[in-house]
């Protein structure tokens, strides 16, 4: 049986692109040409469409998509795991009311495609730990998260 594709999100991936989530993001190396592959934390689904993520101002992954703008953002949820193709680009050099200098990328989605091998299913989801002083991670992540929702 084939996996499905989808043109747009899903509720159930929308939904669970309403909170900060770990995700990875494939780009195409600027210098190398290859594949290029990146975990981050900061996304947000803006729409059906359209999916935000934050990345520190000296990330490869703003160089990357500079020089070619097609991505992949892997995501573990609703029991499977995802491949989620689009066009990227800079919506913000520095996104505002966030003390890091962070910038916003905006990925225009092309197709939602189910790749989870046949026969299975995600019984438990990533979770990771932030390391340093938890109630600055907190305040870092809602002032992030909340830029996101605002742009």
């Known amino acids: 049986m084939a996996n499905q594709v989808e ?33 981050i934390s900061w996304v947000l689904a803006k729409d ?3 999916i935000y993520f934050a990345v520190d101002n000296r990330s490869r992954i703003l160089e ?7 991505v992949v953002i892997n995501l573990i949820a609703n029991e499977s795991t995802y491949s989620i193709q689009g066009q990227a680009r800079v919506k913000e050099e520095r996104l ?31 979770q990771y730990d932030k390391t340093y002083d938890k109630n600055a991670a907190q305040k870092l992540d809602n002032q992030v998260m909340d830029a996101m929702k605002k742009a």
């Open 48 to 50: 059906e469409n359209t």
């Open 96 to 126: 505002a009311d966030v003390p890091l200098k962070l910038a916003l990328v905006e990925v225009n989605i092309n197709e939602v495609r189910d790749v989870m091998f046949y026969g299975s299913k995600i019984v438990t989801e990533v």
């Open 64 to 70: 990357n998509v500079n020089q070619n703008n097609m």
């Open 7 to 39: 043109p747009i999100l899903i509720q159930p991936l929308y939904n669970e692109l309403q909170k900060e989530r770990f995700v990875t993001i494939a780009t195409v190396d600027h210098e190398t040409g290859g594949p290029n592959v990146s975990a």
